[in-house]
C-alpha cells in the first residue's frame, strides 16, 4: 500500500539556518511526489513537485528512488517560512488519490 | 476564477444531527476530493471522484456520503454527526489533463460536533 512518512511532527530552526523537512514514501510504481505548505490560517497550497525539478522560494527537494525518500530542503531558512509542510503521493493508473503524510509544523525562531 | 470554494466557514452541531458541507470549483476539473485534518494525523482522504457521476471512498470513508451530479459541486454529507467528526474539512480538485497534477484546496470549513 501506498504510505507517506514524515518522521518530525515538530522543526524548529533559527533564522540562517539551513532546514531539512523529511519525507519518505513506500510505492511500487513510480512515485510522483509534491510538497504542500499551509501558513497559518490560509488553506493548503503547493510548494514543489519533484517531476519540475524547480526550486521554490529557496526550498528544493530531490527524489531518491533508492532511498524512497523526497526531503525538503532549504539552506537559509526565513521567519515567514513558519507553517505546516505536507508530502503528497499521487498513486496514478488507475484510483488516482492524492495521499499525505501527517506533516512537519516548522518554526523559524528569529 | 474563485477556484475551490466551501460553505460554510464553521458550523456546530450536536450528536445525531445530519449536515451537507458544500463544496463547489470553477475550473472544470474532473477529480475532487475531501479531507479531513486533525492534529498529529495530518490530511485524510475521505471520498474521492474523478468525473462526474464516480465516486470512491478514500481512507476514513464511514459517516460519510458524497455524491457528484455535476462537474462543478462535490457535496460531502454527514449522516449522523458524532464527535468524532469534529474536524477541519477541506475540499480540493485537480485537472486530469493539466500538467504536474496541482491539487487546489478550498479553504477549509471547521466543524464542531458536541
Known amino acids: 500500500a501506498q504510505r507517506v512518512t514524515q518522521p518530525e511532527k515538530l522543526l524548529s530552526v533559527f533564522k540562517g539556518a539551513p532546514v531539512e523537512l523529511k519525507c519518505n514514501y513506500s510505492?511500487?510504481?513510480?512515485?510522483?511526489l509534491f510538497w504542500y505548505v499551509q501558513y497559518s490560517r490560509q488553506r493548503l497550497q503547493l510548494l514543489l513537485r519533484?517531476?519540475s525539478r524547480e526550486s521554490i522560494k529557496g526550498f528544493t527537494a530531490d527524489l531518491n528512488k533508492g532511498e524512497t525518500s523526497f526531503h525538503l530542503k532549504k539552506p537559509f531558512a526565513q521567519e515567514e517560512d513558519s507553517a505546516m509542510y505536507y508530502c503528497?503521493?499521487?498513486?496514478?493508473?488507475?484510483?488516482?488519490?492524492?495521499?499525505f503524510g501527517k506533516g512537519t509544523k516548522l518554526t523559524v525562531n528569529p | 476564477n474563485a477556484g475551490v470554494t466551501q460553505t460554510p466557514k464553521f458550523q456546530v452541531l450536536k450528536t445525531g444531527q445530519s449536515m451537507t458541507l458544500q463544496c463547489a470549483q470553477d475550473?472544470?476539473?474532473?477529480?475532487m476530493s475531501w479531507y479531513r485534518q486533525d492534529p498529529g494525523m495530518g490530511l485524510r482522504l475521505i471520498h474521492y471522484?474523478?468525473?462526474?457521476?464516480?465516486?470512491d471512498q478514500g481512507e476514513v470513508p464511514n459517516g460519510y456520503n458524497v455524491s457528484r451530479s455535476t462537474t462543478e459541486d462535490f457535496p460531502l454529507r454527514l449522516l449522523s454527526a458524532a464527535p468524532s467528526q469534529t474536524s477541519v474539512y477541506f475540499c480540493?480538485?485537480?485537472?486530469?489533463?493539466?500538467?504536474?497534477?496541482?491539487?487546489?484546496f478550498g479553504p477549509g470549513t471547521r466543524l464542531t460536533v458536541l
Open positions: 475550473m472544470n476539473h474532473e477529480y
Open positions: 503528497a503521493l499521487l498513486h496514478q493508473g488507475g484510483s488516482e488519490k492524492l495521499v
Open positions: 471522484s474523478v468525473g462526474a457521476g464516480i465516486t
Open positions: 480540493a480538485s485537480r485537472s486530469r489533463t493539466e500538467d504536474y497534477n496541482e491539487q487546489f
Open positions: 510505492y511500487s510504481g513510480s512515485p510522483e
Open positions: 519533484h517531476i
